[in-house]
């Protein structure tokens, strides 16, 4: 038990002790990962009530919606890609890592929001785009930033512990927004999207705290 307890008292340790770049990173991490989760979620319901006509998920409809989402998803994934590779270079230079990540965040949550205005199925690619931009950028800028802050001898430590709160939010996601989704609005799972644009957007403010190394 004596190691243990040491283990957990160093993990506790490194905790409190975290450099200040990565405390002000943790609520962007945080909240952007909310959003993904949300939208893992909640895509597939909320385009076949609102752009397929249907809430059943057994009906030909709502597997037709499904199979679009598929494509969506593709979509974003190709389009995160690119950015990766054209864009976020491109931006960061110009403008420097913590700011490019947020207005990468931003774009992701103008993706978001514009699920509550576009009905036509095919129009939604376009929203994909800015989400796809976002994920591009949640994948690599707060490590990218991070890398340059943290102390090397503690570099692997320090993200794995950055990691948790990759996966804290996917819990909480998991345990509580299905609860929150029936309390408020059990009939319309399109502000579950205005929810994650909520949240992303806060994501993008919190990464205006984060100094960045370069």
Known sequence: AGRGDTMLSQIVGDFSGMPETMKR????????????????????????QYMFGSADPASAAYQ???????????????VAAIAALL??????????????????LIAGAIG??????????????ISEVGVGIAWASILAMPYAILASSLPQAKLGIYMGLFNVFVVVPQLLV????????????????????????????????ATLRVRDAG
Request: proline share 6%.
């Open 64 to 78: 037709a919606a499904g199979n679009w989402v598929g494509v969506m998803f593709a979509v974003y994934n190709g």
């Open 87 to 104: 864009v976020l270079p491109a931006l960061s230079k110009r403008l420097g890592k913590a700011r490019t990540h947020a207005i990468c």
């Open 174 to 205: 998991a345990t509580v927004m299905g609860s929150i989704t029936k309390a408020f609005f059990p009939t319309e799972p399109i502000f579950t999207m205005a929810f994650a644009a909520g949240v992303l957007l806060v994501a993008a403010l």
């Open 112 to 125: 978001y929001a514009s699920f509550f205005v576009i009905r036509d199925p095919q129009l939604l690619l």
């Open 25 to 48: 990173l943790v609520p962007v991490q945080f909240f952007s990962w909310i959003a993904l989760f949300i939208m893992w979620i909640n895509t597939t319901p909320v385009v076949a």
